[in-house]
């Protein structure tokens, strides 16, 4: 028997002569965390609506453990709790109110929505704002109750669009140990559309996106595995004299101002060289890291993850 829960193969959608997302398959199984990074343009949100039922692709077919399942199917619906790329709560209503709402859409009523309902709220740490208006309530709260929300109905599997959009550092951590604790007290699998590196590390899979196509998939560190080159970022006043170097070196940098980040397979052993090679004292700074994932979409696709299409 196949844990294969949700399955998309050769899915395109296009906008009039835009051609958004072509050939898309992908595979989701139960309890794994699915990733699609790419860059803004890539057809994430394509993706994402097409997933979420608001889309009809023009080409493809998807399952759902095993039934090939037409968009905006109930029964498809039902098992899938969806978080949107931007807000969509009711601000006027408390966040116990918005759940209630949520819930009564999926067919559910009563105590029983009433105690799932707090319940969610409590582990997500709401416990004491449940009764404040959502306006009220910060980015990073708010954030919560959309994922409180999306769970009410004990769906099987998570689609969220860029979830931590706006969410600071703290917030963005909460999120995750959120979504984790889920994942292990509920199982519930999770497919979600980012472009930031360190949350596509959080995954169990990933499928990199650029220009509506697959161009790479695996796991973080098979990816990983791709790039060996260091990455370092120096900072200097000796502009003239670091891009000399680096010339005569035979590496190409990426200026921004007066710091330069670029790739190197020589890692640490280069920095000596380098700093000897600047007037004394004008080094700011050096930094040194290993590449994550925004690296590696750089090296399979010449893009930055940052970039506009
Ligand atoms: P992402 O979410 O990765 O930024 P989108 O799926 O939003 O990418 O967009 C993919 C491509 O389709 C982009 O080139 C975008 O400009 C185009 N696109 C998205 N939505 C529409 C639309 N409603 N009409 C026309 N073109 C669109
Ligand atoms: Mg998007």
Same mark, same amino acid.
């Given at each position: ?178 979504? =984790?604790? !889920? ?5 519930? %699998? /999770? $497919?979600? #559309? *980012?472009?930031?590196?360190? &949350? @596509? ?19 973080? =560190?098979? !990816? ?5 080159? %260091? /990455? $370092?970022? #120096? *900072?200097?006043?000796?502009? &003239? @004299? ?32 380098? #700093? ?5 004292? @004008? ?27």
């Amino acid at each position: 028997m196949s844990h294969c829960l949700l399955e998309l193969e050769s899915v395109a959608h296009a906008y009039g002569e835009r051609q958004a997302l072509q050939d898309f398959s992908l595979s989701v199984d139960q309890g794994q965390r699915v990733g699609i990074l790419g860059p803004n343009g890539a057809g994430k949100s394509t993706l994402f609506k097409v997933l979420s039922g608001l889309l009809e692709p023009q080409a493809g077919t998807m399952r759902y453990r095993g039934q090939v399942i037409a968009v905006g199917e109930p029964s498809f619906r039902a098992r899938c709790g969806v978080v949107f790329q931007s807000a969509s709560l009711d601000e006027l209503l408390t966040p116990l109110e918005n759940l209630i709402v949520s819930g009564g859409f999926y067919g559910q009523s009563g105590a029983d929505l009433q105690q799932r309902s707090k319940q969610l709220l409590k582990t997500m740490g709401l416990e004491e704002r449940q009764h404040d208006q959502v306006g009220e309530l910060s980015g990073g709260l708010k954030r919560r109750v959309e994922l409180a929300r999306a769970l009410v109905h004990r769906p099987e599997i998570l689609l969220l669009d860029e979830p931590t959009t706006g969410l600071d550092e703290l917030q963005y951590r909460r999120f995750w140990a959120d979504l =984790d604790r !889920l994942r292990e007290e509920e199982g519930i %699998s /999770v $497919l979600l #559309v *980012t472009h930031r590196p360190d &949350e @596509a590390e959080r995954c169990d899979h990933l499928v990199f996106l650029n220009e509506g196509r697959t161009v790479a998939c695996g796991s973080p =560190d098979v !990816l990983k595995a791709q790039v060996t080159d %260091s /990455v $370092l970022a #120096v *900072t200097t006043e000796a502009v &003239e @004299a670091l891009t000399a170097f680096l010339e005569v070196q035979g590496i190409q940098g990426d200026w921004a101002g007066d710091r330069v980040v670029f790739s190197s397979t020589a890692g640490h052993a280069l920095i000596p060289r380098l #700093v000897e090679s600047l007037p004394a004292g @004008a080094v700011q700074s050096v930094a040194l890291r290993q590449p994550d994932l925004g690296d590696v979409f750089v090296a399979v696709t010449g893009r930055r993850l940052e970039e506009e299409s």
